[in-house]
C-alpha cells in the first residue's frame, strides 16, 4: 500500500509541476487583448488598416478621415469619439460602444456591428451597405441620408423606422 501512495503523490507533485509555466504563462498575458503598438500607430498617423484595437478605450478621442479598414474594434469604448470621413469598411466593430459617437460621412460598409452599442450616435450620410446590424441598438440614432441598403440583421420594423427618419432602406 505504502507504495501505490507514494508512486500517486509523485504523479501528482510531477504532474503540478508541469502546470506552474502554462498558468505562469496564462497570468502574464495582457487582459485588454488590443495591441498597444497599434493604438500608438493610430494616434500617430490615423491610419491603422487591419490592427487590433479589441477593447481599447478610444471614448472622446478623434479619428476624423482615419483608415480603420479591416480593423478590429470588438469591444472598443468608441463614446463620443468622431469618425468623420473615416474608413471602417469590413471593420470588426462587434459590441462595440459607440453611443454618441460621431460618424457622419463614414464608411462602415460590410462593417460587423452585430450587438453595437449606437444610441444616440450620428450616422449622417454613412455608408452601412451590406452591414450586420445583427441585435445592434440604434436607438435615438440620426440617419437621415444612411445608406442600409444591403444591410443585414433589421428586422421588418427596424427598416421601417430607419426609413422613417430618412434612411435609405431596401
Known sequence: MGYVRRLFLATVFIASIGFIPIVAWIQARPAYGYSEADVRKLLETNQCPGCDLSNADISDGGLDDANLSGANLSGAKLKSTSFRSTDLSGANLSSAWLSSAMLVS???????????????????????????????????????????????????????DLQKRGAKVD
Open 106 to 160: 463614414a464608411n462602415l460598409s460590410k462593417a460587423n456591428l452585430k450587438s453595437a452599442h449606437m444610441e444616440n450616435a450620428n450616422l449622417r450620410d454613412a455608408n452601412l451597405n451590406g452591414a450586420d446590424l445583427s441585435g445592434a441598438n440604434l436607438t435615438g440614432a440620426k440617419v437621415r441620408g444612411t445608406n442600409f441598403v444591403g444591410a443585414i440583421g433589421l428586422s421588418k420594423e427596424q427598416k421601417e
